[in-house]
């Protein structure tokens, strides 16, 4: 890459940094000392604000690069994930916004708590909310130290560990200064700049072919080598069984994992009204659809004017595809259209790491805060204020995620969004859907659901090949491997939900029908929610 692409680059991406702090900065100065304000912005977002904020909040680095790359290497298979993302917010609209936003005030643990035993419930949804978060971040600081060998030519040791250092730094400073003001303002930016900027890439590709969307498709399957292989299913996961199982699993977890995200739920609680929440999501649904379905154009896109080889010589997991496209669509590697084509990629990839690490680091701060704080402190012990613990929270969930990243930064770590999803549909969406739906559920079935779905999920991406046994994996010298399937869900999710009923029909506890009784009234009516 040439020094204009770097210089431009750096220069677009130290706007959006400095914008972003000029708006914390801005937020900093209003009143931050209530848990409200702290947590969700005061309730004073409107729908489409809190739209564009979800959206922000959603569409990572790793859709923006990871999807389309995907796309460009095995055509109709990496399609399937923009798919799975998508489709996933259908089951957030219809089972989980509106009652979320009635029966919570800051958390999943809210939700749980109204109608069990609080400190149990508490810990169990704390904890798994915080592994979420915590793997969903490590994902996101390893990218932004690749993303500086990958877009601006860094690929000393020294670049890539003060970028994780930098951007962990930056993300700290926006929670504990802004809180969720300055958070959702900056995930509205980060939505517009990414939105606008996959617009422009899109338009030119359809331009280059006139609009023909089929001609599109097809010079990408010519020069794929595959053929027709390219634009059906089974290249990616069509080997053996084995394969097939890992794209059912790994479709459960993207289409059922989204409900569960800590980071996204808590969006929901920064509009006034469960209506709000409702048409905040068809805002998201809106927007993150229209995004997806540009991916799918870039990526095929790319595979046809840059090719599949040029993309994965770049690199192996297709994650330089949107850039290498963008320097063809400006006029190819030295012209002045493709440096800033190229520029403006850069820059949106990074601010998109940004808002999304600011995003998440305020829910795993929340959730040390208002769950886990709140539970384990000594009942005689003087109590500090929630708010002050969360931006401690803050500053220590940065220091865990710059550590983690700097110790990841030369593994193969696109495995834990995966994850993420994975540990969020075994462990919280369980829970969430029993405590919604359920009359008989009880104390002991809201905690063994949380962790009879969090730790299989964890202990079998430990032992499959994602971590040992092939030289993919993360230790390609070891061999632990019992696992065959990369990823977890298909066989943790069913255990979060057996592991819930188990321990409801073997509770000694007699589930209280009162507390169900108020519980659904208030998800469904809104009466009584704050």
Not at 223 to 248: C, K, M, N, Q, V
Request: glycine share 12%; with cysteine; hydrophobic share 55%.
């Amino acid at each position: 890459m040439t020094g204009d692409h770097q210089t431009l680059a750096l220069f677009l991406f130290s706007a959006f940094v400095a914008v972003t702090l000029g708006i914390t900065t801005w937020v900093s100065r209003h009143r931050q000392g209530s848990a409200e304000e702290f947590y969700a912005g005061g309730r004073l977002f409107s729908p489409m604000e809190n739209g564009f904020a979800i959206a922000g909040d959603y569409m990572s680095a790793a859709s923006f690069l990871g999807i389309s790359g995907l796309i460009a290497l095995y055509g109709y298979d990496g399609m399937l994930y923009s798919v799975g993302f998508l489709v996933a917010w259908l089951v957030v609209l219809f089972l989980v916004a509106e009652l979320v936003r009635n029966c919570g005030r800051f958390t999943l643990a809210d939700v749980v708590a109204a109608r069990m035993r609080e400190r149990p419930v508490r810990i169990a949804a704390g904890t798994s909310s915080v592994t979420v978060s915590v793997l969903y971040l490590v994902a996101q600081m390893v990218g932004a130290g690749s993303l500086v060998a990958l877009l601006l030519g860094g690929t000393t040791e020294a670049a890539r560990t003060w970028t994780v250092i930098g951007v962990g730094a930056l993300m700290v400073i926006y929670v504990s200064l802004g809180g969720m003001r300055a958070t959702t303002w900056i995930q509205i930016v980060k939505a517009v700049l990414l939105i606008g900027g996959t617009v422009a890439l899109t338009t030119l590709v359809l331009v280059r072919f006139h609009g023909d969307f089929d001609r599109l498709l097809r010079t990408a399957a010519e020069r794929s080598g595959h053929g027709e292989a390219f634009l059906a299913p089974g290249l990616a996961y069509g080997g053996d069984w084995t394969s097939r199982f890992d794209f059912i699993s790994l479709g459960l977890a993207l289409v059922l994992g989204t409900a569960g995200l800590p980071h996204i739920l808590s969006r929901f609680y920064t509009v006034p009204t469960a209506r709000a929440a409702r048409r905040s999501v068809v805002w998201a649904i809106g927007l993150i659809g229209g995004f997806y379905l540009m991916t799918i154009v870039l990526g095929f896109g790319a595979a046809a004017l840059v090719g599949p080889d040029a993309v994965r010589a770049s690199n192996a997991a297709g994650n330089t595809a949107v850039p290498l496209l963008a320097l063809d669509l400006g006029g190819g590697a030295g012209s002045t259209g493709g440096t800033v084509l190229f520029a403006v990629v850069a820059a949106v990839a990074f601010a998109t790491i940004l808002a999304v690490v600011a995003g998440i680091t305020l829910a795993s701060s929340a959730s040390v805060a208002h769950d886990l704080y709140a539970s384990l402190r000594r009942r005689d012990a003087a109590p500090r204020s929630e708010v002050a613990v969360a931006r401690v929270a803050a500053v220590a969930t940065g220091a865990v995620a710059i550590a983690l990243g700097l110790l990841a930064r030369d593994l193969n770590v696109a495995f834990l969004v995966g994850l993420a999803f994975a540990v969020a549909a075994s462990a919280n969406l369980p829970v969430l859907l029993y405590s919604l739906f359920w009359r008989g559920f009880t104390t002991r079935g809201a905690v063994w659901a949380v962790y009879g779905g969090l730790v299989p999920a964890v202990v079998l991406v430990l032992l499959s090949p994602v971590v040992s046994g092939s030289p993919q994996s993360l230790f390609p010298g070891a061999d632990f491997q019992f696992f065959p399937l990369q990823n977890p869900g298909l066989i943790s999710i069913p255990l979060g939900f057996v592991a819930g009923w188990l321990g409801t029909v073997t509770s000694p506890e007699a589930p209280d029908e009162a507390k169900h009784a108020e519980t659904e009234v208030r998800s469904l009516t809104g009466a009584g929610a704050v």
